[in-house]
């Protein structure tokens, strides 16, 4: 497996208590090799959205639901990715656009209805940040 050494080498300190193996997220995710590249570029769109969390005030644990959550994101886009393979090529934004809308995420593998309501919520939140202008 080819890494990246320099790919997010410095998790933002702001997120540390609660994804310190950010950067790893990608090879977790990954079915095949092919997934690191738009696994990357998934953790790069996500992190703005992260690191907004980190600063919220949210308490940690609901920071933590939401992290854990947007982990669960990626992990269904990647594994659409090997379903079509064509979706390799996308932006991480065309990607998430695709999965995430003002009702929530995409359906998740074996998740119980309270998973889905929770990945649901973190969804509708990380379209409602993406939705606002940025600096």
């Known amino acids: 497996m080819k890494t990246n050494p320099d790919f997010l080498a410095a998790v933002p300190p ?3 208590p609660y ?8 090879e977790r995710w990954m079915g095949e090799e092919e997934d690191l590249p738009p696994g990357r570029r998934l953790v790069e769109y996500f992190l703005p959205f992260l690191l907004d969390l980190a600063v919220s005030g949210l308490s940690k644990k609901t920071i933590r639901k939401h992290v854990d959550n947007m982990w669960l994101l990626g992990g269904e886009i990647v594994r659409d990715l090997n379903e ?12 998430v656009r695709k999965e995430v809308d ?4 995409p359906l998740i593998h074996n998740g119980s ?4 309501r929770s990945f649901d919520s973190t ?4 379209y409602r940040f993406l939705a606002q202008p940025h600096t």
């Open 19 to 26: 994804c310190r193996d950010l950067g790893k997220w990608p």
């Open 84 to 95: 079509e393979p064509s979706l390799r090529t996308q932006s991480a934004e065309q990607l």
């Open 113 to 116: 209805e309270d998973e889905q």
């Open 14 to 16: 702001a997120l540390w």
């Open 123 to 126: 969804c509708r939140k990380f």
């Open 102 to 105: 003002d009702e929530g995420g």
